[in-house]
């Protein structure tokens, strides 16, 4: 197999990590534990996402049990977010409702 220097065989990649955890916890206890998790080497993420065409972003999924629920983040976690660069991306999962 061959290749060309300086060209990647695929034009984008996608990188996933889920990190599970309590789902009780709220996001300003999970988002550090989640972010220290990656020791020295988060230091590296904001050179990685300063490059054209790469982007990060830190999706958060949110199960509205009974129909009401609520999340923040505190401003030193979001602090910490956009030092790294990354988007936030939360996604609301409404409440499942029996069929009858």
């Given at each position: 197999?061959g ?39 988060l230091?590296?993420?904001p ?7 790469t982007g ?11 129909g ?26 409404p ?6």
């Amino acid at each position: 197999m061959g290749g060309v220097p300086g060209r990647a065989l695929y034009d984008s990649n996608l990188w996933v990590l889920m990190h599970e955890t309590d789902d009780q916890l709220p996001f300003d206890q999970q988002i550090p534990a989640f972010l220290d998790s990656f020791g020295d080497s988060l230091n590296e993420l904001p050179k990685l996402l300063s490059e054209d065409s790469t982007g990060g972003d830190l999706f958060l999924g949110f199960f509205a049990n009974g129909g009401q629920g609520f999340a923040s983040l505190s401003h030193s976690i979001l602090k910490r977010i956009v030092a790294l660069k990354l988007s936030v991306e939360v996604d609301l999962y409404p409440p499942s409702v029996p069929e009858p």
